[in-house]
């Protein structure tokens, strides 16, 4: 069972940078996807960024690119990924949730890559961008 630590949320003003850390462990994670989604006040939740833990293959939400980047860092036991978030606009604001499952995170495709039921969810980070 792959269990998931999401940290590095908090409240920044526009143009301001956070970084999120999602720990993924309890699991062999050679050949899954992790991703990140949000949910904004009175929105429904989309998916952001994903990586995939075995050949780093990334996808992004077309309004975040050049702005985010994902990464990861694989041990034996755990995968840890960072999404650095610059250049924070108020619409960036939400709750920020990481998960996973053992599909593909396609560069080219929003749909094939966050359009489908992940297996496990984190519990959440809040980000607020606002002055």
């Known amino acids: 069972q792959v269990q998931l630590v999401e940290s590095g949320g908090g409240s920044v003003q526009p143009g301001g940078s956070l970084r999120l850390s999602c720990v993924a462990s309890g699991a062999v994670l050679h050949s899954h996807t992790v991703a990140w989604f949000r949910q904004g006040p009175g929105k429904e939740r989309e998916g952001v960024s994903c990586?995939?833990?075995?050949?780093?293959?990334?996808?992004?939400l077309s309004s975040v690119k050049g702005r985010f980047t994902i990464s990861k860092d694989n041990t034996d036991n755990t995968v840890t990924v960072y999404l650095q978030m610059d250049d924070l606009r108020p619409e960036d604001t939400g709750i920020y949730y990481c998960?996973?499952?053992?599909?593909?995170?396609?560069?080219?495709?929003?749909?094939?890559?966050?359009?489908?039921?992940?297996?496990?969810w984190g519990q959440g980070t809040q980000v607020t961008v606002s002055s």
């Open positions: 990586i995939t833990t075995n050949d780093g293959n990334v996808a992004y």
């Open positions: 998960a996973v499952d053992g599909g593909y995170c396609y560069p080219r495709s929003y749909h094939y890559s966050f359009k489908r039921p992940y297996d496990v």
